[in-house]
């Protein structure tokens, strides 16, 4: 059996404490197989306990330590990943500041061969930002040229045209979870918009993964729409690296009911 790769140094930064991952399933809509994990990033302070992304990640961008830090999270999760069974997918998110820098292609060539990982398994998430940002399109290329795959995160937050989308291959859309919150009402607009994602997503070759599904209604509406994949609290929230590898490596594979809030994965046998 080849050997795991060794523990990533955690970054020198300016803050007390240490970086913590967490990962959250992404389940096939159709099956309610799990079919990977997003690998999400918080920070264990002494004395404030656990920080967000949303806290951490603009901090970082004005401190001058992103670049460190995100290469650190391509090391971590590409680490735990190869101890999931290879049908199992990893996705990472990535800073506009690494894009711009071209140093976000350069993590990842480097957490690959580090961890032996397989590219095709691993996505890395931008942001709708990125894809329209100049500075970034080098190192957009640079990362499809390693063999990693491009998911578009957060999409409709800035209506970016999705036919841009195409120009760097990318080839997941995650649609922003304040559609999804706001899929319930019959009469309301977004679920003309959420369809509209799904559908010219499709057209362009890219699939669908729908973010913060909550309700069984939340996820019949998104099946009826014809989303391929979903993230969110119906199914799992965030969960700790140990978690996350004892459901994939799951046997035989963990799958989710797909009418009831799981509490529980759905028995297997
Ligand atoms: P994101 O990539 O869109 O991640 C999804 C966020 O939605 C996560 O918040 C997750 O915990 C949350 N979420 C998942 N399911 C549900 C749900 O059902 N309901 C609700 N209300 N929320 C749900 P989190 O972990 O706080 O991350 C926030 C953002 O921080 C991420 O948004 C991503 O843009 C950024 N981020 C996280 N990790 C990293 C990282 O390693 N690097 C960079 N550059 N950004 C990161
Ligand atoms: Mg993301
Ligand atoms: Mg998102």
């Known amino acids: 059996m080849a050997s795991r790769p060794e523990v990533t140094p955690k970054p020198k930064i300016a803050l007390e404490g240490e970086p913590v991952l967490e990962f959250q399933p992404a389940v096939d809509l159709g099956s309610g197989q799990v079919l990977g994990f997003e690998a999400l990033l918080r920070w264990a302070h002494p004395t404030r306990g656990l920080v967000p992304p949303g806290v951490l990640i603009p901090w970082a961008e004005s401190n001058d330590c992103i670049v460190e830090l995100n290469a650190w999270v391509l090391d971590e999760a590409c680490r735990q990943a190869t101890a999931w069974p290879s049908a199992i997918q990893l996705a990472v ?13 350069v993590a990842a060539a480097r957490a690959l061969h580090h961890s032996g990982l397989n590219p095709d398994r691993l996505t890395v998430e931008i942001t709708e930002s990125a894809v329209a940002d100049e500075r970034a399109n080098r190192d957009l290329v640079n990362l499809t040229h390693h063999g990693v795959h491009l998911a578009v995160d957060d999409v409709g937050t800035s209506w970016s045209t999705l036919e841009s989308l195409r120009r760097f291959s990318i080839e997941v ?17 977004n679920r003309a918009i959420v369809e509209t994602i799904v559908h010219v997503s499709h057209s362009l070759a890219m699939s669908t993964v729908a973010e913060g599904v909550e309700t069984a209604e939340q996820v019949r509406i998104l099946q009826e729409l014809g989303a391929d994949v979903a993230q969110g609290f119906f199914f799992a929230p965030p969960m700790g690296g140990d978690q996350a590898l004892a459901l994939a490596t799951r046997e035989p594979p963990g799958r989710f009911e797909l009418t009831e809030p799981a509490q529980q994965l759905a028995p297997t046998s």
């Open 93 to 105: 998110n990535c800073s506009l500041v690494q894009l711009r820098r071209h140093q976000a292609s």
């Open 173 to 189: 859309a995650k649609i922003d979870r304040s559609f999804i919150a706001a899929l319930e009402p019959q009469e309301g607009m």
